[in-house]
Structure formats: structure tokens, C-alpha cells
Nanobody
Framework: QIQLVESGGGSVQAGGSLRLSCAHS????????MAWIRQAPAKEREGVSA?????????ADSVKCSFNISQDNSKLEHTLYLQMNRLNPEDTAMYYC???????????????????WGQGTQVTVSS
């Protein structure tokens, strides 16, 4: 069973930055996708950013100029990151790390393509 553990959330003012981390022990070889997916109150989950086993990345239009996804598979415990800059109140949400260890699809931001999820980390941005 793949375990994903998020950290790094918190409360910041608009314009601030946060770096989310997702620690996991899933293998780094083979085909996979990993994503950050968020859910704001009373809204559906939406894909924010994703990266696949070839290093291809994808971003939602609302964050492509301010967020950056990266991964570090050099250690025994691997980590997925999301650097979030120029945060605004619309970015307030629970942020989940998710993984698909079976396939890579064209729309990597589609939440239904992910089978393993973390518990989430809360991000709150005040104006």
C-alpha cells in the first residue's frame, strides 16, 4: 500500500509563499503520475499540478505562472513538492497529494485518474 504524507500547509497573507511536500515510499521507476489536487469549501476537487515519470509537468491555468511542481527521488524516501508563490485567497483549500502508479494520461490534472491519496494539508490565504 502506497502511503502519501503531505506537509507544509499553513496560513499566509495574500502575496506570500508556501512550499508543500509529499513524502512517499513508492518506487521511482516505471510509469507513474503524481499530482497536487485541491478542494476548497463547497467546491469539487480540482487538479492544480502534476508530473509524470518522464518529467512532464502540467499546471492549471490559474496557477501556471505562480506554482512550480518538482520531485526528489534521490533518497530512499521520495518527495513531491509544490512551490506556491504569489498566493491569493482563491488558493485557499485542502491540498492533496495523489499518485497513479499504472499509467500516464494526457490530462494529468483529472482527479479521477489517481488511485492513491494523502490526507491533505490545509492552505489558508488571507487578504
Amino acid at each position: 500500500q502506497i502511503q502519501l504524507v503531505e506537509s507544509g500547509g499553513g496560513s499566509v497573507q495574500a502575496g506570500g509563499s508556501l512550499r508543500l511536500s509529499c513524502a512517499h515510499s513508492a518506487y521511482a521507476e516505471g510509469v507513474y503520475m503524481m499530482a497536487w489536487i485541491r478542494q476548497a469549501p463547497a467546491k469539487e476537487r480540482e487538479g492544480v499540478s502534476a508530473v509524470d515519470s518522464d518529467g512532464r509537468s502540467s499546471y492549471a491555468d490559474s496557477v501556471k505562472c505562480s506554482f512550480n511542481i518538482s520531485q526528489d527521488n534521490s533518497k530512499l524516501e521520495h518527495t513531491l513538492y509544490l512551490q506556491m508563490n504569489r498566493l491569493n485567497p482563491e488558493d485557499t483549500a485542502m491540498y492533496y497529494c495523489a499518485r497513479n502508479s499504472e499509467a500516464v494520461v494526457d490530462d494529468m490534472l483529472e482527479k479521477t485518474d489517481y488511485f492513491h491519496w494523502g490526507q491533505g494539508t490545509q492552505v489558508t490565504v488571507s487578504s
